[in-house]
Structures are given as C-alpha cells and as structure tokens.
C-alpha cells in the first residue's frame, strides 16, 4: 500500500494529500523527484521499468524516480526512492534543476513539479534492484540514451524523455 502523495497548487506550495490514482484522475499537481546516477566517466545508469508499472511498463527510464509523498520534501523522497530502487543509500546527492511538466498517458492526467538530482558512483557498484518496479540496470552513454529517445520513443518513459530534454542538451 502506498502512502498518499504530497498535492501542490501552481507554486508548488503543499495543500493536501491523495492517493496516486486520484491526483492523475482529477489532474492536481503533484511533486516528483528523479535521480540520475552517473559513474565517473560520464555515463548515465538507466532502469528497464517492470512490466506490471501502471505508467511505462518496460520502458527504460531515469535510474531512480518516484512521487514525494505527503509531508515528505523533494530531498528525502530522492534519497528514498534511491535505497528502494536501487539500494543506494549514504550518497550526497546534487540538485540540478527543477522543472513543471503537464502530459497526458493513457488517460493519466501527469501534472507535476519534478526535482532532478545527480549522483556519482564507481562504475563497478553493485545495485540491489526493486524487482517489483525495476527489471533490470544498464549504463548507457549520453549520446546512446539520446538516440534511444531519438529513434525508440516506445521504449522510454516520459520522464526520462523530459529529464533529458531539460538537463542534458
């Protein structure tokens, strides 16, 4: 059972909670956080999202990602959704940037404040990966996960799309 997430008005100022499935039905606002985790040489370690995902089943997607729950802050959700996914826990991550994002998937209305953060680990870490949400991890070079969006655009989620199109041109 989930938590309820954190509902945000227009300023991304809390007002309420709900559960997932109501804020993508009435289209309320709602915080996001990803996390990009590169290795020293520059690349970017991509998840293959688990088939039983309401949202992008077997897309390929940031390497951590999730909602802020209710009265949960952007930084704490981040470090969260890193141990869960990935079992990384005890890093710094860094903010690099912010953005609103508004789209529709398969009725899901996704309005949203999403908080990008990056971390850096040694290309030879061993993830532990949360099977029900993550099927499998892959290192993939910038140009490489642009191409992917590029020529493959079924196999990847909208975050990682937005993600990229926002922090790395």
Not at 56 to 75: R, T
Request: glycine share 8%; proline share 4%.
């Amino acid at each position: 059972m989930h938590l309820p997430i954190q509902i945000v008005d227009e300023n991304d100022e809390p007002i309420g909670v709900a559960s997932t499935p109501e804020a993508h039905e009435k289209g309320w606002f709602h915080r996001i956080v990803y996390i990009m985790v590169e290795d020293p040489d520059g690349q970017i370690l991509l998840q293959k999202r688990s088939s039983d995902m309401d949202a992008y089943p077997n897309c390929w997607d940031v390497s951590s990602a999730g909602h802020v729950d209710g009265g949960e802050g952007y930084l704490t959700a981040a470090n969260r959704e890193l141990a869960e996914e990935l079992g990384v826990q005890d890093v710094e991550l860094e903010e690099i940037g912010t953005y609103q994002s508004s789209r529709v998937f398969k009725g899901r209305k996704l309005n949203r404040f999403n908080k990008v953060y990056k971390v850096v680990v040694p290309s030879d870490t061993k993830f532990v990966i949360q099977q029900s949400e993550v099927t499998a991890v892959q290192w993939f070079r910038v140009a490489d996960v642009k191409q992917l969006i590029r020529d493959s655009p079924d196999q990847v989620a909208g975050g990682l799309v937005d993600a990229f199109s926002h922090f790395y041109v």
